[in-house]
């Protein structure tokens, strides 16, 4: 595994980790570490990169790690990410294996209460009881930090936790992952990755009224926190049709590729997660996410370059972007995004372009690729019609073909995000 090093490296953390729990009090820690402890726990230390964990469960505001306390919103309210260190009283450290696995895989606390779907159980049901084990195995060796989590921040009713019961009749099948057997090794590793721990239907599947999966477009995009998740199937116009194996693992491995960036939420993952995985499970999920066909046909066509606001967003891309990304929107490959090649460009939905038009971006910065170059916010210098010329412009260019942005949904996108501001 490349995110920790050499081996020596990481030989020297895990050990160091089950040195420091041996003051623990725990009870994994009052038997002397074997050669098996060692191995579990370094598996579930990867399974815990690869599920993701730190990204709702370390608060940047806080930076102990899995100490809980970030912020995650959802259509219905906020809600905290628990305390998942080993503390006794506020963590985890009182929990039984059973009650560990019935939460990760059950979506259900120690007191027998639902929890919410921000916690994607959904997801993690298809894992191994073995897999959630490991995991387990390796948070108890963290140090235990005592902090109180007050979790459901959720209005009224949402806040009832009784609804989940329903909810979960309706919605949760539990389940571990069944392979394939018509399908190769590869394909089957990517299936589990992608629908399990890596849950990615959580951020790029539609939602119905009520949160569920619409399982009949399955990763075909969502727009959420102020982003739109894109779609990740094999849809040539929308979707990663147009790239490699090689494309997505360069992605998913060092957050740039020859087309695009990873910003936003998608950054965390790779910083977090996807960057920390193995060469051949970043190939299997490639594997699996080619083998997803897309969805009805795109039928926008490109808005006329003689139409208003056509004109004037190439004024405004002339002036403001196309230093860095070029007249032909070509960009810089592995620097600047191409968006002339970009899919996200003229995805479903044009929030993720709002959003970084307004706001700038941040790409990932991982040890591959540290650069992780930014772009500036041009929203205190354009209006909102000025933002929906640019917009538009993007998203019917070089191929694109993407309705028109309106100066409406600029102003309700600007709305947004000052009311998601800390």
Not at 20 to 32: H, W
Not at 159 to 167: C, E, F, Q, T, Y
Not at 173 to 186: L, T
């Amino acid at each position: 595994m490349r995110d920790m090093g050499s081996s020596a490296v990481r030989a020297a953390a895990v050990l160091a980790a089950l040195v420091a729990v041996s003051s623990c009090k725990l009870s994994v820690a009052e038997q002397p570490p074997t050669a098996q402890d060692f191995d579990e726990i370094e598996r579930g230390r990867y399974l815990t990169a690869v599920a993701d964990c730190t990204a709702c469960h370390t608060d940047p505001a806080d930076t102990r790690p899995f100490a809980g306390g970030r912020p995650v919103q959802t259509p219905f309210g906020t809600v905290l990410a628990a305390n998942i260190t080993p503390d006794e009283q506020t963590g985890i450290g009182s929990w039984t294996p059973e009650q560990f696995d019935a939460a990760v895989r059950g979506g259900r606390r120690p007191d027998g209460k639902r929890l919410y779907p921000a916690m994607p159980f959904l997801y993690y049901a298809k894992m191994s009881r073995s897999d959630v084990a490991a995991i387990r195995a390796y948070l108890l060796t963290l140090a235990p930090v005592h902090k109180h989590v007050d979790t459901n921040q959720l209005p009224f009713p949402f806040n009832i936790r009784w609804g989940m019961r329903l909810w979960d009749a309706l919605y949760f099948k539990p389940g571990s992952f069944e392979a394939d057997p018509s399908k190769p090794e590869a394909w089957n590793r990517g299936a589990y990755l992608v629908q399990g721990p890596g849950h990615c239907a959580a951020c790029h599947t539609p939602k119905t009224w009520l949160g569920a999966d619409r399982k009949d477009r399955s990763l075909q995009g969502y727009s959420l926190q102020g982003w739109f998740a894109p779609d990740i199937t094999n849809d040539p116009g929308r979707g990663l049709g147009n790239w490699s194996s090689a494309d997505l693992v360069a992605y998913l491995k060092t957050g740039h590729n020859r087309f695009s960036g990873a910003s936003g939420p998608m950054a965390e993952e790779v910083v977090h997660s996807s960057s920390r995985m193995t060469d051949s499970d970043l190939s299997a999920i490639a594997t699996y996410l080619e083998s997803k066909p897309g969805g009805t046909a795109v039928s926008d066509k490109p808005l006329s370059t003689a139409s208003a606001v056509m004109t004037a967003g190439a004024a405004i891309y002339e002036d403001l972007c196309s230093a860095c990304h070029r007249r032909d929107g070509s960009g810089v490959p592995y620097l600047i995004p191409d968006l002339s090649h970009s899919a996200s460009v003229e995805s479903r939905e044009a929030t993720s372009m709002l959003h970084v038009v307004l706001e700038g971006a941040q790409t990932a910065a991982t040890a591959d690729e540290p650069t992780g170059p930014a772009m500036p916010a041009f929203g205190w210098q354009l209006d909102d019609a000025q933002v929906a010329a640019v917009t538009t412009y993007l998203r019917n260019s070089w191929g694109h073909a993407a309705p028109a942005t309106t100066a409406g949904e600029v102003h309700k996108a600007r709305e947004n995000l000052e009311a998601a501001q800390p």
